[in-house]
């Protein structure tokens, strides 16, 4: 069993940087895949960006290419996303997953979830 924290949404302006972390309980982190996921109002939840257990590789909706970038530092049990250039667009609720096999972009795939953390782009 896992349980993700997230944390470090806020409200913040266009063009502006935010960094959300994502804290994952238990021994066993580096054996997880991890991903982002968004759902803004009214529609349905979306995947963001994915990376492998081994951390060398990511994968990002097209959207989001070249202005956020996902990590993990397993020692620490996190994972992050740092979004940068910030759009009104990008406005929802973040969500980080996780899963005990190869990253994937599919919701259904992930077997825990964390209670996500709300991100307000305002223009």
């Known amino acids: 069993q896992v349980q993700l924290v997230e944390s470090g949404g806020g409200s913040v302006q266009a063009g502006d940087s935010l960094r959300l972390s994502c804290v994952a309980s238990?021994?066993?982190?580096?054996?997880?895949?991890m991903a982002w996921f968004r759902q803004a109002p009214g529609k349905q939840r979306e995947f963001v960006a994915v990376?492998?257990?081994?951390?060398?590789?990511?994968y990002y909706t097209e959207s989001v290419k070249g202005r956020f970038t996902i990590s993990r530092d397993d020692a620490k049990n996190t994972v992050y996303l740092r979004m940068n250039s910030l759009e009104p667009e990008d406005t929802a609720v973040y969500y980080c997953?996780?899963?005990?096999?190869?990253?994937?972009?599919?919701?259904?795939?992930?077997?825990?979830w964390g209670q996500g953390t709300q991100v307000t782009v305002s223009s």
């Open positions: 997953a996780a899963r005990t096999s190869f990253g994937s972009t599919v919701i259904a795939d992930y077997d825990y």
């Open positions: 238990g021994r066993t982190f580096s054996s997880y895949a």
């Open positions: 990376i492998t257990r081994s951390g060398v590789t990511t």
